[in-house]
């Protein structure tokens, strides 16, 4: 398997394109050959695609799932994989064919609850690789960082927090411009 990577939760809105798009180009600028693969039939990360000028790798419909698998076995070969809300059979779809899964999650209590049946079904997929939470939209530090708290006090694993920010609401379409955050979240797996 090459190195793919799924970004998932049960939760619609939660920011799994915004880090799919946001994660793949952090990889562009490192000059991997990268990869989004959409497996949302809502299409956001292939409307992101069509709706930018330009972006610094290429997004990829679910129908063309094996031609993205084997470019993700190429050498710095990397494929991200964008997931559907309230899809238990994408997640799953999508998480066994991933050496590492980002679950995201937003900074809220409502969310907080909604995080269990993710990772349940991350855990029951046959996924055996490397996964972590990533905390997004985080309006305020004590609400990430209880989060962040609650998560790990559950064993589970925090890869990072994410804050709140209006260039991320208006990043769709374009070519991301703010990645520090990403880069300490995830800046690890590059
Ligand atoms: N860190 C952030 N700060 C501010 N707004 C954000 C942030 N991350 C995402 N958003 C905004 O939140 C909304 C939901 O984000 P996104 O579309 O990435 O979520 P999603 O999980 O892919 O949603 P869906 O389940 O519908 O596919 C979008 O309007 C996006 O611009
Ligand atoms: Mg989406």
Known sequence: MGSVISIISRKGGSGKTTTAIHLATL???????????????????????RRSE????????????????????????????????????????AARASSRVVVVSRANALEEDR??????????SGFDG????L???????KL?????GNIA?????????IPYRVEYERAFGYEPTRLVDYEIALGGWL
């Open 153 to 161: 006090t559950a064993g589970f694993k925090v890869l990072g927090q």
């Open 54 to 93: 330009r972006l610094p790798f290429e997004v990829f419909p679910a129908s063309k799932t094996e031609a993205a698998m084997r470019l993700s076995e190429r050498k710095n070969g990397v494929v991200i994989i964008d997931t559907p809300p309230n899809n238990a059979q994408a997640l799953g779809a």
């Open 135 to 141: 905390i997004t939209q985080v309006r305020s530090r």
């Open 115 to 124: 995080l269990a049946p993710s990772i349940e079904n991350l855990l029951a």
């Open 27 to 49: 990889y562009a600028q490192r000059d991997y050959a990268v990869s989004v693969l959409d497996f949302d039939n809502d299409g956001s990360a292939l409307a992101w695609q």
């Open 144 to 148: 990430g960082d209880e989060l962040a």
């Open 130 to 133: 490397e996964w972590g939470v």
